[in-house]
């Protein structure tokens, strides 16, 4: 499956919040590390939980679980299934780790997926990442969160070093 800089997203009727597609369209240009845009147009006619790239793809199966996905690429389009709307997330984080590009001249952008089918599903319930937060380096909690999340992380767990003011310590 190949596309340009522009690659645009058909999601069922309220499948994904705003936030979550700014999310997605932030690591999608960090990730093809170039003017990238995802866009998203709703479309009834998909079943919940799903997102198709191109042509439509027929579903074939379901995942396995609530966080389980398919991604199925083919030479005409994707087509990524999710047990839920986290699953169908985690489709999409799958689906931009298989994106690999041809081009990154501007205007000439051009990129690819391998045909191909991912099945999926997480084997531990709590995925977790655990960050020391110093006051010097709020700044990057933001960026470490995003990146948790792209790797499939469900928990984190916040250790603050320094930054509560405790009165019985000078």
């Known amino acids: 499956f190949e596309f340009s800089s ?3 997203a058909r999601v069922p009727a309220g499948e994904l919040s705003a936030l979550t597609r700014e999310v997605l369209g932030e690591m999608f240009f960090m990730h093809c590390q170039t003017a990238c845009t995802l866009s998203f147009r709703e479309d009834a006619a998909l079943p ?3 997102a198709v790239f191109g042509a439509p793809l027929p579903e074939t199966e379901r995942p396995e679980g609530e966080e389980g996905y398919l991604v199925r690429v083919t030479p005409e389009g994707v087509r990524l299934t999710g047990g839920s709307a986290r699953g169908l997330l985690y489709a999409f984080y799958t689906f ?3 994106v690999f590009y ?3 001249r501007e205007g000439e952008e051009r990129f690819y997926c391998e045909c191909g089918c991912v099945r999926d599903h ?3 319930g709590r995925r977790a990442i655990h960050l020391c937060l110093f006051p010097k380096y709020l700044p990057l909690v933001k960026k470490a969160l995003r990146l948790s999340a792209y790797l499939k992380m469900n928990c984190v767990i916040f250790e603050f070093w320094g930054t509560y003011p405790f009165k019985a310590l000078p």
């Open 96 to 98: 931009m780790q298989c």
């Open 122 to 124: 997480p084997a531990i």
């Open 102 to 104: 041809t081009c990154l």
């Open 6 to 8: 522009r690659l645009e």
């Open 48 to 50: 919940a939980h799903t």
